[in-house]
Nanobody, 122 residues
Framework: QVQLVESGGGLVQAGSSLRLSCAASGRTFSSYVMGWFRQAPGKEREFVIA????????DYRDSVKGRFTISRDNAKNTMYLQMNSLKPEDTAVYYC???????????????WGQGTQVTVSS
């Protein structure tokens, strides 16, 4: 198992950029498919983007295409989410997740971070 801790959230204006980090403990980080999810108030947790063990992007939701990039550094046990051209509708708590295989369903992921708040003002 890995323990995940997100950081990098904050309050920004529309059009700005943020980079989220997800630090993992343990030696097995590189064996996990990793993903980012987000949850806005009153809404269900939704899939954002995911990547393979080697860092190749598997899938992403249409609304973040061309704006969000996922990456990982297995030597540092860290995953990143670079978010550019942020929009108010990106406002949510962002969670990193680790799983044994890819899915856009949060049920497939075994390990979760505590979340980091991203707020985008208009």
């Amino acid at each position: 198992q890995v323990q995940l801790v997100e950081s990098g959230g904050g309050l920004v204006q529309a059009g700005s950029s943020l980079r989220l980090s997800c630090a993992a403990s343990g030696r097995t980080f590189s064996s996990y498919v990793m993903g980012w999810f987000r949850q806005a108030p009153g809404k269900e947790r939704e899939f954002v983007i995911a990547m393979t063990r080697s860092g190749v992007t598997i899938d992403y939701r249409d609304s973040v295409k061309g704006r969000f990039t996922i990456s990982r550094d297995n030597a540092k046990n860290t995953m990143y989410l670079q978010m550019n051209s942020l929009k108010p509708e990106d406002t949510a708590v962002y969670y990193c997740a680790a799983g044994s295989s890819y899915s856009s369903s949060p049920l497939q992921y075994d390990q979760w971070g505590q979340g980091t708040q991203v707020t985008v003002s208009s």
